[in-house]
């Protein structure tokens, strides 16, 4: 499976991803899910994949030729964000297309689900979810974010923190959190995890990294998140019902069970 | 749809439920999704139902009326919880199969996937998720709760929580706020929550809530909760390109975004 995550905010882009892809538990493989493509000064776009591996790699290694090649209505030219989206879907759909039969006589699905996200001179920063029959969504004031894959696990802190006023360090901070909250609770999900943060009318990759489930960085933010959270759960309102001594008694800490005060006595 | 989750502790049980059930996005009604059956200071019983909602009062009528009626193998008479459960699977499967066949004609899936919980005297408590094909699992040490229906949204904070040793009150807590997480990222998953609290060895059912929406605790709870996850963000690592007084600025706030300074100048 996957996870991938683009966010839409007034200051500019965030991307984020995974990199575990499985066909079956006993093949998982690493792969970046997460490409990048652009012409200095003009545009840059940002493509983050997720569905079968032959079709995104397909579709990548097509994009990448056109626009070498300078293909019309390839990124080389497009000029708008959502004509850079519809020719995503076409080159998708025409990618599952030539397998799509004999894949199907194996019960095998070539559908692929893919984000883009980017700036072209002259317009706004966007990002577009592209669906496997090749139309599209962006977002909206009160649906800043998209994803696709593995998507609901990581979606609640999203829903309560991103808004489009969001800043750009907070709302990466985020999409790492909703990563990492995914990986804990789906094995299908899994590091290294590539971060994008895209700062609007730059047209520059500045903000990259590509962070392995023993980076540094990571560590100190997913623990820090861990006792943070729990530190949240210390200041909830207590039920009637539980002692009342109970607040005083827990300072920083979580109530014990039963079983433990005694052990403990 | 529907999300339950039940919680094994060392110290008793806890069962919470959303209401809301739908066939279509027009036809949304409220129906409870939790069911008590109890011999006093002998046995109790909390059944949670998802799935086909003519199914699960199929099933919860059969299992009332069984047990009024002493039926042999039912919930009045079995000598353990995993007999129980597999009483309560077999019923879900007759009830199932009355129908099937007619419902597979129009498209319609007759399945059911039920939680039960509770105690009989001389053992602990225990609970079992029953699958549609009438087998069943119950909880280890490294995996104390058990979910039915919309579980993924509200799971990352169950697995960041919940230990054998948690208290009562705490794990409760963390169920409104694994549901009120999971109504908030998907609208087939609605109020009233039912909470029911099993003290082990009692043999009563003391702490049971049924929490509206406008319930004082429940939004005493859910706005503490949503405050603390904001405060949760503040305190976590800064990246190295965030601005080098940025930490110092943030103070209990989120970073402003550039365009947001501007505005404020």
């Given at each position: 499976?996957?996870?991938?995550?683009?966010?839409?905010?007034?200051?500019?882009?965030?991307?984020?991803?995974d990199s575990r892809t499985n066909a079956g538990v006993d093949q998982?493989?690493?792969?970046?899910?997460?490409?990048?493509?652009?012409?200095?000064?003009?545009?840059?776009?940002?493509?983050?994949?997720?569905?079968?591996?032959?079709?995104?790699?397909?579709?990548?290694?097509?994009?990448?030729?056109?626009?070498?090649?300078?293909?019309?209505?390839?990124?080389?030219?497009?000029?708008?964000?959502s004509d850079a989206a519809e020719y995503l879907g076409r080159v998708?759909?025409?990618?599952?297309?030539?397998?799509?039969?004999?894949?199907?006589?194996?019960?095998?699905?070539?559908?692929?689900?893919?984000?883009?996200?980017?700036?072209?001179?002259?317009?706004?920063?966007?990002?577009?979810?592209?669906?496997?029959?090749?139309?599209?969504?962006?977002?909206?004031?009160?649906?800043?974010?998209?994803?696709?894959?593995e998507s609901k696990y990581g979606k609640p802190i999203l829903d309560?923190?991103?808004?489009?006023?969001?800043?750009?360090?907070?709302?990466?901070?985020?999409?790492?959190?909703?990563?990492?909250?995914?990986?804990?609770?789906?094995?299908?999900?899994?590091?290294?995890?590539?971060?994008?943060?895209?700062?609007?009318?730059?047209?520059?990759?500045?903000?990259?990294?590509?962070?392995?489930?023993?980076?540094?960085?990571?560590?100190?933010?997913?623990?820090?998140?861990?006792?943070?959270?729990?530190?949240?759960?210390?200041?909830?309102?207590?039920?009637?019902?539980?002692?009342?001594?109970?607040?005083?008694?827990?300072?920083?800490?979580?109530?014990?069970?039963?079983?433990?005060?005694?052990?403990?006595?």
């Open positions: 499976m996957t996870y991938c995550v683009a966010i839409k905010l007034d200051d500019g882009l965030v991307f984020a991803s998982v493989s690493t792969y970046s899910k997460m490409h990048t493509f652009e012409t200095e000064g003009d545009r840059i776009f940002v493509v983050l994949t997720a569905g079968n591996l032959a079709t995104t790699q397909a579709v990548v290694n097509r994009l990448k030729r056109d626009m070498e090649e300078g293909v019309e209505g390839s990124f080389a030219d497009v000029a708008h964000m998708n759909r025409e990618e599952q297309e030539k397998h799509s039969e004999a894949l199907s006589k194996s019960g095998i699905v070539a559908e692929a689900t893919l984000i883009i996200g980017g700036q072209i001179q002259g317009s706004e920063p966007e990002i577009y979810r592209v669906y496997p029959q090749g139309n599209y969504i962006t977002t909206s004031q009160h649906t800043p974010f998209l994803q696709i894959g309560r923190i991103i808004g489009p006023s969001t800043a750009l360090g907070d709302a990466t901070r985020c999409a790492l959190v909703s990563i990492d909250s995914t990986m804990r609770s789906n094995l299908t999900v899994g590091p290294p995890i590539e971060v994008f943060v895209y700062e609007a009318d730059t047209f520059a990759f500045e903000h990259y990294l590509c962070l392995e489930a023993d980076n540094a960085y990571l560590r100190s933010l997913t623990q820090a998140w861990d006792e943070n959270i729990k530190k949240a759960f210390v200041d909830l309102p207590l039920f009637d019902w539980e002692a009342a001594g109970g607040r005083k008694k827990r300072g920083t800490q979580f109530h014990l069970s039963k079983r433990a005060r005694k052990a403990a006595r």
